[in-house]
């Protein structure tokens, strides 16, 4: 079945460092690829997605590229601020089937 | 957009008795999900909710240990019968959104997070 490798957390990271979150996938077919974020406190929002291979998707200054030769879809943002601290997760989900496989999310804290 | 508003957001149990949870949608929708988060572990669907059927129960899950009723297109409750500490878990409600048809997104409720001691 399907399934979503992400990287092990916590991360901590300085503000305005560089940040990357790995996520890999198994699955059939081109599934599409979503990266939600929870903030503390909140519910679960979608950041960014990809529906196609080389699609790649932004907000927030975040992106993500949809590699379907490496079966990867890792989160990066060039700056991360404090307000960037948050559980981010990584799912796939095929077209017309609109339930969503998630990876173990990852929990990300900036310092100032 | 959807806003899903979920009851109770918290609650501590005792083995063995029954919590229901409540998910309400500002909007009509076919489809609703639930899903569990157990400590430490990724979001695992339980099982979808159509108005005007019988659940779909994913694989581990079944229908005496998670009941759910879907009485209308706003409204769903999930109960977790004769708890454990074993579920012990944030419990999630997530409808689909949708743009001319086509699914956007999935929205999600705050969840619930039960602990069963």
């Known amino acids: 079945g399907d399934s979503v490798t992400q990287m092990e957390g916590p991360v901590t990271l300085s503000e305005e460092a560089f940040l990357t979150i790995n996520c890999t996938y198994t699955?059939?077919?081109?599934?599409?690829l979503f990266w939600y974020v929870q903030y503390p406190g909140e519910g679960l929002q979608l950041l960014l997605k990809a529906t196609k291979a080389d699609d790649k998707g932004s907000n927030k200054g975040f992106e993500a590229t949809y590699r379907k030769e490496t079966t990867s879809f890792h989160l990066e943002k060039g700056s991360v601020q404090v307000s960037d601290s948050a559980v981010y997760f990584c799912?796939?989900?095929?077209?017309?089937?609109?339930?969503?496989?998630f990876g173990t999310g990852t929990r990300l804290t900036i310092i100032p | 957009s959807a806003v899903i508003s979920q009851k109770p957001s918290r609650d501590i149990c005792q083995r063995g008795t029954s919590l229901t949870i409540q998910c309400q949608v500002d909007?009509?929708?076919?489809?609703m999900f639930w899903y569990r988060q157990q400590p430490g572990q990724s979001l695992t669907l339980i099982a979808t909710?159509?108005?005007?059927?019988?659940?779909?129960?994913e694989s581990g899950f079944v229908i005496d240990k998670f009941p759910i009723s879907r009485p209308n297109l706003t409204f769903s409750t999930l109960t977790v019968s004769n708890m454990s500490p074993e579920d012990s878990s944030i419990y999630l409600c997530s409808v689909p959104g949708t743009g001319a048809g086509i699914f956007t997104e999935a929205f999600f409720g705050q969840g619930t997070r039960l602990t069963v001691v």
């Open positions: 799912a796939l989900m095929h077209f017309g089937n609109e339930k969503l496989t």
């Open positions: 909710a159509n108005q005007g059927s019988e659940a779909t129960y």
């Open positions: 699955a059939t077919g081109y599934p599409s």
């Open positions: 909007s009509q929708v076919t489809m």
